[in-house]
């Protein structure tokens, strides 16, 4: 047996150990965290879109943003719209995220936005991604 294949099945045997043995985020948001979206954005002609609202969270150890997406029709396709660095203090906090998708992409109506309050925690030397809030909602796109 060669040493580079056995060196090569030990490495990976004990990097699945390790990430067995990495505590898991929680599976829930602390219910005095939140993230609202507003019920309009604005879509500009060039596909620049711009989406808000408002977030609430506390007890980080990493840095936080709220990040959003966008869809359309009854299509899976979402088209992720900036992110903002957040402030977790406990108090609550406006929100913007601007992005641009093609022309034509996303067009005035209705659409389907999902906002997101997430920490880069870091534990040893992973990174894990924490859901702090978030939530769904349908709103209009108006033309910018």
Same mark, same amino acid.
């Given at each position: 047996? %060669? $040493?580079?294949? @056995? +060196?090569?099945?030990?490495?990976?045997?004990?990097?699945?150990? $390790? +990430?067995?043995?990495?505590?898991?985020?929680?599976?829930?948001?602390?219910?005095?965290?939140?993230?609202?979206?507003?019920?309009?954005?604005?879509?500009?002609?060039?596909?620049?879109?711009?989406?808000?609202?408002?977030?609430?969270?506390?007890?980080?150890?990493?840095?936080? $943003?709220?990040?959003?997406?966008?869809?359309?029709? %009854? %299509?899976?396709?979402?088209?992720?719209?900036?992110?903002?660095?957040? &402030?977790?203090?406990? &108090?609550?906090?406006?929100?913007?995220?601007?992005?641009?998708?093609?022309?034509?992409? +996303?067009?005035?109506?209705?659409?389907?936005?999902? @906002?997101? &309050?997430?920490?880069?925690?870091?534990?040893?030397? +992973?990174?894990?991604? &924490?859901?702090?809030?978030?939530?769904?909602?349908?709103?209009?796109?108006?033309?910018?």
């Amino acid at each position: 047996m %060669s $040493f580079r294949p @056995a +060196l090569a099945g030990a490495a990976t045997a004990a990097a699945a150990l $390790f +990430l067995l043995a990495a505590p898991a985020a929680p599976a829930t948001a602390d219910p005095s965290e939140s993230v609202t979206v507003d019920p309009t954005g604005r879509v500009d002609a060039d596909g620049t879109v711009t989406l808000s609202g408002t977030y609430r969270c506390s007890g980080n150890t990493g840095p936080v $943003f709220v990040s959003s997406s966008v869809g359309q029709d %009854s %299509s899976d396709i979402r088209h992720g719209i900036g992110g903002t660095r957040a &402030v977790c203090d406990g &108090v609550k906090h406006r929100w913007e995220n601007t992005g641009r998708t093609s022309p034509d992409t +996303l067009t005035p109506g209705a659409a389907r936005v999902e @906002a997101v &309050v997430m920490e880069l925690r870091p534990d040893g030397i +992973l990174i894990l991604p &924490v859901v702090h809030a978030d939530k769904e909602r349908d709103i209009t796109l108006k033309k910018g």
